[in-house]
């Protein structure tokens, strides 16, 4: 924020849109603003007792005025294991009935020959699950550790006006002019972090919240 002089208050910018400052307010600010920890009670499952969680939870608007994107859902990660769990139990399956009376058990039964192959099979796709996220989980952070400091001075200077649903910037060399709905906002942020790229879903967001 920009402060006249030491020990003043912070300027207030009037907003581009409606030109009035009594409902613009720091963008950082706000979305502190709209991060609460609450506690939520868990039903009791068969094999966990019924007990109480801290949850972070996020309002709509300080979602859209975030300076970074949240990591990405490890989803694909999480279907490999059933997979690897029938890698591993066909695997073992076909080993302790490896062999019927002497002979293989593909000799005495030709079907159990898929096993073999639906063992290989599930442990390829669980492999390939797995690693591709976890390499995508280490791709994200080393992209958030590089370029969220320079995202995060440039958020740091923003404004919001509650009664437009805008955010703008001081007048300042190099920072966009004029308001800004909440995509063009998080466009203009996330690029200055080098993960633009990861906005352009944000453009399809209502002009409002």
């Known amino acids: 924020m920009t402060y006249e002089g030491i020990g003043a208050a912070p300027r207030l910018y ?3 849109s409606c030109g009035l400052t009594d409902r613009v307010s720091g963008v950082p600010a706000v979305y ?3 991060m609460h920890h609450v ?3 868990v039903p009791r499952t068969d094999d966990r007792m019924e007990h109480t969680e801290n949850r972070l939870v996020t309002t709509t608007l300080a979602a859209a005025l975030a300076p970074a994107p949240t990591a990405p859902a490890t989803w694909t990660g999480c279907l490999g294991v059933p997979l690897l769990v029938v890698a591993i139990g066909t695997f073992i399956g076909g080993s302790t009935n490896g062999h019927w009376f002497g002979r293989s058990l593909a000799e005495a039964h030709p079907d159990y020959s898929l096993l073999g192959v639906i063992s290989l099979l599930a442990m390829v796709v669980a492999a390939i699950l797995i690693v591709s996220a976890v390499l995508r989980a280490i791709a994200f952070r080393r992209l958030m550790a590089a370029g969220r ?3 995060e001075r440039l958020w740091s200077r923003a404004w919001y006006c509650g009664r437009c649903g805008k955010v703008h910037f001081p007048p300042r060399s190099g920072d966009p002019g004029g ?3 909440f995509g063009e906002f998080r466009a203009v942020v996330w690029a200055a972090g080098g993960y633009g790229h990861l906005a352009r879903p944000a453009h399809q967001q209502g002009r409002t919240l």
């Open 14 to 16: 009037p907003c581009p």
């Open 32 to 34: 502190v603003a709209g």
């Open 39 to 41: 506690n939520v009670v």
């Open 149 to 151: 400091p320079a995202a």
């Open 179 to 181: 308001a800004l709905t």
